[in-house]
Antibody, heavy 115, light 107 residues
């Protein structure tokens, strides 16, 4: 069974940095691209970033480009999102999502950016 | 980037009604479209993948169709448990995008 467990969220001041992690299990991690998707309180779903199976190509939404960096460690079956220069509008539940024919989602980790 | 236009934004129907939600892509995405159901406080639940494949455990009253740029999610007989917000997602490209969501209510 595919399992994706996010961690690293919390309350952080604007302008600071935070690193999210996603631990994957139940599938061959390095066979799949991975993504981060977020959902601000009361809002819809927003794709944030994606990374190919080997980390060779990374993509970002315009809203986070230049501030967020996605990475992965295939030896550790882990996905990461380094978030810097955080803004109040980055407040959201961040989901780790497995690519492929059948997408799979974690339960999310909440990031609150507030002074 | 591929834009996804989902309609309607809100839908009110009676128990037993047939309900259709549509999603239009700004360019062809083949059949790389998924539908999700989200209830308040819950993670989005995958209903349909590859436009028309029913995820394991999802009731057969849910079905998906379409390809290219036009897609639809049909609930054949609306049930009270179907009250939720539904999203489409294109995953044809690494820059994935979602529809704005459709809130389904029971009259």
């Amino acid at each position: 069974e595919v399992q994706l467990v996010e961690s690293g969220g919390g309350l952080i001041q604007p302008g600071r940095s935070l690193r999210l992690s996603c631990a994957a299990s139940g599938f061959t991690f390095d066979d799949f691209a991975m993504h981060w998707v977020r959902q601000a309180p009361g809002k819809g779903l927003e794709w944030v970033s994606g990374i190919t199976w080997n980390g060779g190509t990374r993509h970002y939404a315009d809203s986070v480009k230049g501030r967020f960096t996605v990475s992965r460690d295939n030896a550790e079956n882990s996905l990461y999102l380094q978030m810097s220069s955080l803004r109040t509008e980055d407040t959201a539940l961040y989901y780790c999502v497995k690519d492929g024919d059948v997408p799979a989602w974690g339960q999310g980790t909440l990031v609150t950016v507030s002074s | 980037d591929i834009q996804m236009t989902q309609s309607p934004s809100t839908l009110s129907a009676s128990v037993g009604d047939r309900v259709i939600i549509t999603c239009r892509a700004s360019q062809s995405i083949g059949y790389w479209l998924a539908w999700y159901q989200q209830k308040p406080g819950q993670t989005p639940k995958l209903l349909i993948y590859k436009a028309s494949s029913l995820e394991n455990g999802v009731p057969s009253r849910f079905s998906g169709s379409g390809s290219g740029t036009e897609f639809s999610l049909t609930i054949s007989s609306l049930q009270p448990d179907d009250c939720a917000t539904y999203y489409c997602q294109q995953y044809n490209s690494y820059l994935q995008t979602f529809g704005q969501g459709t809130r389904v209510e029971i009259e």
